[in-house]
């Protein structure tokens, strides 16, 4: 296991061989935009440039697992895992990650050997980590992916633009009190029952580091389109500028209501103190361009320090609290105990009746509707 405060050294070893022309190469989701990626190591090597030089954020790469770790496979387009033999070719981007309960990365200057921070394929380099963590999948550098233009390849490149003229759609935004706090349950849960209910929902996830799971988990609940800030350029959120969060926020928000579905369920990754969760806050607060946000939090504790950082920092009125902090009948009462808004599982959150939540107030006395189940409550 690592030390949680391990800064790991990244240094190189004996040269392997050049790849089998055959080779195949494993690419990981976060380069998912990039069309007509080549299947082997003799198409690629001609579209790539030398590793001297410093990787940029978002930079597209070739390597190979030279020191297996953390990560024992890459996760492709599908969501599948592909496993890794030590000596695989993998295709890359570079990211910054923050993860609480995992590495915390950086992008960091030219280096012998990267690491693998997530199973999407974002790679870099380990700053901190969970104690719980082992130690990362080292990757030895082949070369940086050109464009056309014989550039270096970045995912901008292939990035979603914003749609002008785009409708404003009844929005509901899922944070929460840290990772792992069951956001994306929450929000798939209400994207399930508000189909249910008739609705044609579309769904994105603002911030984070690329994984295909969260995206596909909304697919599978009933959204009839999923964004995330992959679609827009990004392998992660973390470290971005204001501005550049900001105009994230307006791609994907104007992609996904482009086609004017009945509702937008968008997430925010990691806790409400997190840095780039607290600036969206600020910003889709004051633009007016959320009507909901529902609250997912760990544990019961959790709930009345979330709910009034919401009320006091940025004048919030959550709709409900769910998450993992109602995992059980005896957690969702230690949570309802302690707040006085509704709280919530996900299995009731997937019912139609759920959209009684999201209309206007229309003289409901929201605490009625936490009383029993959610469909006796509505009835």
Wanted: glycine share 8%; aromatic share 6%.
């Amino acid at each position: 296991m690592m030390s949680s405060q391990t800064v790991l050294d990244l240094t190189g070893g004996e040269p392997w061989p050049k790849p089998l022309p055959n080779a195949r190469i494993k690419w990981g989701s976060v380069t998912r935009l990039i069309p007509d990626r080549p299947r082997v190591w003799s198409d690629v090597e001609p579209m790539l440039g030398s590793t001297d030089r410093d990787p940029q954020p978002h930079d597209v790469m070739i390597g190979r697992i030279v020191v297996p770790g953390r990560h024992s496979g890459i996760e492709q387009d599908s969501g599948r895992k592909a496993k890794f033999y030590l000596g695989d070719l993998v295709g890359l981007a570079f990211g910054h990650r923050y993860a609480t309960r995992q590495f915390e990365g950086d992008v960091p200057s030219r280096q012998p050997l990267y690491h693998m921070l997530s199973q999407a394929g974002v790679c870099g380099r380990v700053v901190s980590a969970a104690g719980t963590m082992s130690e990362p999948t080292m990757i030895e550098p082949l070369g940086f992916l050109l464009d056309e233009q014989g550039r270096p390849a970045n995912l901008s490149r292939w990035a979603l633009r914003k749609r002008e003229g785009a409708p404003r759609v009844k929005t509901i935004l899922v944070v929460g009190s840290s990772m792992d706090a069951g956001k994306t349950r929450t929000a798939s849960s209400i994207i399930h029952g508000l189909t249910l209910a008739g609705r044609r929902v579309n769904a994105g996830k603002l911030t984070g580091t690329c994984c295909a799971k969260d995206t596909n988990q909304m697919l599978d609940a009933g959204a009839a389109r999923v964004l995330d800030f992959n679609d827009a350029g990004f392998a992660s959120t973390f470290r971005e500028s204001e501005n550049v969060l900001e105009q994230l926020c307006e791609v994907l928000i104007s992609q996904l209501s482009a086609d004017q579905p009945d509702y937008l369920v968008l997430e925010i990754a990691d806790g409400v103190i997190q840095r780039e969760t607290k600036i969206l806050l600020s910003y889709l607060t004051t633009a007016s361009l959320v009507d909901h946000v529902c609250l997912a939090v760990h544990d019961a504790l959790a709930g009345p320090t979330c709910v009034d950082l919401l009320r006091s920092r940025w004048q919030i009125e959550p709709t409900l609290l769910s998450g993992v902090a109602t995992i059980s009948p005896l957690s969702t009462a230690e949570a309802a105990g302690l707040v006085d808004i509704p709280c919530l599982p996900a299995d009731q959150l997937a019912e139609p009746t759920v959209e009684q939540f999201f209309f206007q107030t229309n003289g409901h006395d929201r605490s009625e509707l936490q009383r029993g189940s959610l469909a006796e409550a509505v009835a």
